[in-house]
């Protein structure tokens, strides 16, 4: 019995050929836009290259904190962790600061509207209620396509948004988002990773005399 002869499959006709090709154009394209992506450059200074505004609107570039240790939050002014984050973000702010590390703050009021006062005034109250020395910045969005854009590269970074006040990045001297905490995490879960940035910083000034 002679073997059947090979038949031509379905898929090899003019339309399935069509198809081919367009899969083909498909994939390449998407390769190269991946291969574009990842060609980028990062941006020069990572989160110290941003520009923001002080509490009372005007510009300051990020890059005056660069070559230190920074934790960023986002606070809020009525909020039942107010207290607490404020007075332990403080008591941090003067243990390591202000040379080789500093806490900066956003206030915001998109996470129980917990942020309604004007930007100069919640810098007022943080200073004569809990004694904050360090940075206020002026009260930004974070979610939505209104972003602060340096908030918007933290988030990026680390790939965690914040759910709520009091969300904390630790960005090193290089301006590289480490790590991030949630608002109900302690201080204390934080100090052993900014005194561990800060001796690594410190050891390469050392190496670099």
């Not at 009525?78 to 080789?100: I, K, V, W």
């Not at 004694?131 to 979610?143: A, C, E, R």
């Not at 005194?195 to 670099?208: C, N, T």
């Amino acid at each position: 019995m002679e073997p059947l002869a090979a038949q031509p499959l379905r898929c090899s006709g003019p339309r399935a050929k069509v198809l081919a090709v367009l899969l083909c154009l498909a994939l390449c394209a998407g390769t190269l836009l991946l291969l574009q992506l990842r060609a980028r450059p990062a941006r020069p200074g990572g989160f110290y290259g941003f520009e923001v505004k002080d509490a009372a609107g005007r510009p300051v570039s990020l890059e005056k904190f660069k070559g230190k240790v920074t934790l960023v939050a986002n606070v809020a002014s009525d909020c039942r962790l107010t207290a607490s984050n404020y007075l332990a973000l403080q008591a941090l702010h003067r243990e390591f600061g202000p040379f080789h590390f500093s806490v900066l703050a956003f206030p915001c009021n998109q996470f129980g509207e917990a942020e309604p006062r004007p930007s100069r005034e919640v810098v007022s109250f943080a200073r004569s209620t809990y004694g904050v020395t360090f940075p206020i910045f002026h009260k930004i969005k974070i979610l939505g396509p209104e972003a602060e854009p340096a908030f918007r590269f933290l988030v990026d970074s680390s790939n965690k948004e914040p759910r709520w006040n009091f969300w904390k990045y630790l960005v090193s001297p290089e301006g590289r988002v480490v790590r991030s905490w949630r608002p109900e995490e302690s201080v204390d879960a934080i100090r052993p990773e900014v005194a561990d940035l800060i001796r690594q910083m410190i050891i390469r000034k050392r190496e670099d005399l």
